[in-house]
């Protein structure tokens, strides 16, 4: 349970992001599904993908610029009566399909930087939700810590103001002591992790800790099924594969076009003067580098293997994904059944605050008191951390699915 609450705690940390004032001073959240849309408006680590997915969108206009002309003007003269001047007016034209490789590679780019944008959106949404769980998970698990203290101290109360104690009283009043010191150090455990979880969220969304605390959900009660078979292509993972894929095939292909040179092509102009006459010649200028020292070979050879590369690992991406979902279907159904299995936390109190009724009329021994107050704690410990787990394995699935954008868990 210690490991679930770490994680979370620095999960939620890992995510926090500096807030504008305007962005707290317009959130105010009345309910649960509201505080996750307060959260997500706060971010900067949203507003940094999506600035990324902008910047990656313009790409393809600077792939699409044509490469501007060269003018070359060449002017020599002999004294002041015979000059000769050359001009010409060269427009690249780049062969082999260059271009057309730039702009592939410039829209591969773009996808790519859309599905990190989608993968970080979502992985930042679910661990603010599951903070906000675990949030709600700890004001039962402080309530419950709070009646075991209030109810040894009672008992250690009643004890101490006997004038005499049996050696079975004296033995009891040591046990629940005993009690009372480990249920009150995991009261103060418990309330040093929320304290830690509402900081962290309150950076996330510059939203005050009473605010935070009236906006967490309740208890899962119902639970959503989930389909054994998924789409893997679409989700953030597969797009990133295949838009590295696409990167590495663009990429490529404007080595093999690199082997070709740049044909520069235009108008060209001489004028000469000779003792007062001025001759003009129009012709065409052409300017075309020779490929007989290399033929990007080299380079043709390297991205020949790195597009072997990202085929193999779109492909073993492909497998891991569906291998990862299957495994997280299979978890989350397990989960979820043993939830609506367990017993409800009203029918234990019930059963509980029984045991107690029965120890004060003396027919219940103290040890049976304090093993059903650990008993509660645990069970509503696990019983948390379960719900956790389920929540985060149908938040990863709703991901995998890419189906997680608009879904408040």
Not at 143 to 169: H, M, W
Not at 176 to 182: R, V
Not at 270 to 284: P, W
Request: proline share 3%.
């Amino acid at each position: 349970m210690n490991n679930v609450i770490r994680t979370v705690v620095a999960l939620s940390i890992a995510f926090q992001p500096v807030f504008s004032a305007e962005a707290a001073s317009n959130c105010q959240p009345n309910s649960y599904a509201d505080f996750v849309k307060c959260a997500e408006k706060s971010s900067s680590d949203i507003r940094i993908s999506e600035q990324q997915v902008q910047s990656a969108s313009k790409l393809e206009d600077a792939a699409q610029q044509w490469v501007n002309p060269d003018l070359d003007v060449d002017s020599v003269w002999k004294g002041s009566d015979k000059t000769e001047t050359s001009a010409a007016l060269l427009f690249t034209l780049r062969l082999g399909g260059k271009k057309d490789a730039l702009v592939s590679e410039a829209r591969s780019e773009i996808q790519r930087a859309q599905a990190s944008r989608d993968l970080s959106v979502n992985q930042t949404r679910l661990e603010i939700m599951l903070s906000l769980y675990r949030l709600s998970h700890l004001k039962t698990e402080i309530a419950l810590g709070n009646e075991s203290v209030n109810t040894f101290t009672k008992i250690v109360d009643q004890f101490q103001k006997r004038p005499a104690l049996s050696p079975e009283q004296d033995v009891s009043l040591t046990v629940f002591k005993m009690a009372l010191s480990d249920h009150q150090l995991k009261l103060t455990q418990l309330q040093a992790d929320q304290e830690k979880l509402v900081q962290g969220l309150s950076a996330v969304t510059g939203i005050s800790k009473e605010a935070i605390l009236k906006s967490l959900p309740s208890r899962k009660e119902k639970w959503a099924e989930v389909s054994v078979e998924g789409d893997i292509e679409a989700s953030p993972q597969m797009r990133q594969a295949v838009a590295d894929l696409k990167l590495a095939r663009s990429q490529k292909d404007r080595a093999e076009s690199e082997a070709w040179p740049d044909l520069k092509l235009g108008p060209s102009m001489k004028l000469t003067k000779d003792n007062g006459e001025t001759t003009t010649f129009v012709g065409v200028g052409l300017s075309l580098p020779i490929p007989v020292l290399t033929t990007n070979s080299g380079n043709r050879q390297y991205r020949s293997q790195k597009l072997i590369e990202a085929e193999l690992v779109a492909d073993q991406s492909r497998k891991k994904l569906s291998a990862s979902r299957s495994e997280l279907v299979n978890r989350y159904n397990k989960m979820i059944a043993s939830l609506k299995n367990s017993l409800s936390v009203k029918a234990l109190e019930e059963r509980h605050e029984k045991v107690e009724r029965q120890f004060f009329k003396g027919l219940v021994s103290s040890p049976l008191v304090i093993e059903a107050h650990r008993q509660l704690f645990d069970l509503e410990e696990r019983r948390n951390a379960s719900e956790l787990e389920a929540l985060e394995t149908y938040g990863r699935i709703l991901i995998m699915d890419n189906k997680f954008s608009e879904v408040v868990l």
